[in-house]
C-alpha cells in the first residue's frame, strides 16, 4: 500500500496551518499543536527539518514562532513531501541512483517508472496554496 508517513501528515498540516496565516505573525508551535491536535516534539523536528530545507523560517523569542520562507502558491507539494519522505519513487529501485540488476528481466519497473512520474507530475501541479483553499 502506498501511503505516507506520520510525519508528512503532520508537516502538511504545520504547512497549511502556516499558509492560512502567511500575512501575519510568526505562529507558535504550541499553538498548531493546540489546534491541530498534534504531538509537540514529533512536530518540533519536523519543523526543524522544513527549516533546514528553506521551506519556513522562525522567529525567536516574545512573539516569535514559525512563518514560511515564501508565498504559498510558490510552494508545491511536492517539494514538501521530497523533504519529509526523500525522493519520490513509489519503490526502491526507482529511488537510487544505481541501476537494478534485475531491471533487464524486470516487467513491473517500466510501469512503476511511468506511475511515478504520474505522481510526481500531480504533486508539482499543486501549490500549498491549493491545498489551502481545499481544507476545511
Known amino acids: 500500500m502506498f501511503e505516507l508517513t506520520k510525519k508528512t501528515e503532520y508537516g502538511l498540516q504545520l504547512m497549511v496551518y502556516l499558509a492560512r496565516n502567511f500575512s ?3 505562529v507558535s508551535l504550541k499553538q498548531i499543536v493546540k489546534v491541530k491536535k ?4 514529533f512536530l518540533s523536528q519536523t519543523a526543524t527539518d522544513l527549516k533546514k530545507a528553506g521551506l519556513i523560517k522562525s522567529k525567536e523569542g516574545a512573539g516569535g514562532g514559525y512563518f514560511l520562507s515564501r508565498k504559498p502558491k510558490e510552494i508545491t507539494v511536492a517539494k514538501i513531501l521530497e523533504v519529509l519522505e526523500g525522493p519520490i519513487g513509489l519503490v526502491e529501485c526507482l529511488q537510487k541512483e544505481a541501476s537494478c540488476p534485475w531491471s533487464g528481466m524486470c516487467g513491473q519497473r ?3 517508472f511511468r506511475l511515478k512520474g504520474i ?3 500531480v504533486m508539482e ?7 489551502v483553499g481545499k481544507e476545511k
Not at 125 to 131: R, Y
Open 38 to 41: 498534534l504531538p509537540y516534539r
Open 110 to 112: 517500466q510501469m512503476f
Open 125 to 131: 501541479s499543486h501549490s500549498l496554496a491549493d491545498l
Open 119 to 121: 505522481v510526481k507530475k
Open 24 to 26: 501575519q505573525e510568526p
